[in-house]
T-cell receptor, first 116, second 113 residues
Framework: GESVGLHLPTLSVQEGDNSIINCAYS??????FIWYKQESGKGPQFIID?????DKRQGQRVTVLLNKTVKHLSLQIAATQPGDSAVYFC???????????????FGKGTKLSVIP | DAGITQSPRHKVTETGTPVTLRCHQT?????MYWYRQDPGHGLRLIHY???????DKGEVSDGYSVSRSKTEDFLLTLESATSSQTSVYFC????????????FGEGSRLTVL
């Protein structure tokens, strides 16, 4: 697969434990945030999103927390499983002008390794 | 899985040659994107399209051009490939209302020698 794991911070967790992946975003005016998961050799896959008028959102086994005061985003994965092993990216939607759709700015990613 | 097909999946070429990567979707989504992914840089937007014949530049557009003559196809062209364009290229699509939810293709690995 592609070497997207090089130079990335790595988080190792025991199977069954909870995982917390952190992300510091850059633009205080960003109003929308997304987490993506990328397994080796595949394209990124949408996990969960949150808008800036919220500070918490829950999905299936995942929770995203947003702290706008310190421009921090976190992804919590409950009861981590081996299939959760992947690189996780946060992305923000900074304000922009002109025509066109959303343009996301992606973080560099964190590699999650689950120990069986 | 969203119906996104990238071709070719792997290509090795020489410096100075033209290269075209194709993204084909069967979802009828309006928005399409080309990203490149490099170690230490994450995903960076090259170009995107918000409709047929409507395209705009992204963060790293120099050395790349795109075309979208029909909804389902978005082409990325490197007119004269350079070694710095060695990368993994991802196509993505989205609907307007959920534009943060991008659906990505499997990627095209390009090596420029």
């Amino acid at each position: 697969g592609e070497s997207v794991g090089l130079h990335l911070p790595t988080l190792s967790v025991q199977e069954g434990d909870n995982s917390i992946i952190n992300c510091a975003y850059s633009n205080s005016a960003s109003d929308y945030f997304i987490w993506y998961k990328q397994e080796s050799g595949k394209g990124p896959q949408f996990i969960i999103d949150i808008r800036s008028n919220m500070d918490k959102r829950q999905g299936q086994r995942v929770t995203v927390l947003l702290n706008k005061t310190v421009k921090h985003l976190s992804l919590q994965i409950a009861a981590t499983q081996p299939g959760d092993s992947a690189v996780y990216f946060c992305a923000e939607n900074p304000p922009k002008s002109g025509a066109g759709s959303y343009q996301l700015t992606f973080g560099k990613g964190t590699k999650l390794s689950v120990i069986p | 899985d969203a119906g996104i097909t990238q071709s070719p999946r792997h290509k090795v070429t020489e410096t100075g040659t033209p290269v075209t990567l194709r993204c084909h979707q069967t979802e009828n989504h309006r928005y399409m994107y080309w990203y490149r992914q490099d170690p230490g840089h994450g995903l960076r937007l090259i170009h995107y399209s918000y409709g047929v014949k409507d395209t705009d530049k992204g963060e790293v557009s120099d050395g790349y051009s795109v075309s979208r003559s029909k909804t389902e196809d978005f082409l990325l062209t490197l007119e004269s490939a350079t070694s710095s364009q060695t990368s993994v290229y991802f196509c993505a699509i989205s609907e307007r209302e959920k534009a943060g939810e991008l659906f990505f293709g499997e990627g095209s690995r390009l090596t420029v020698l």
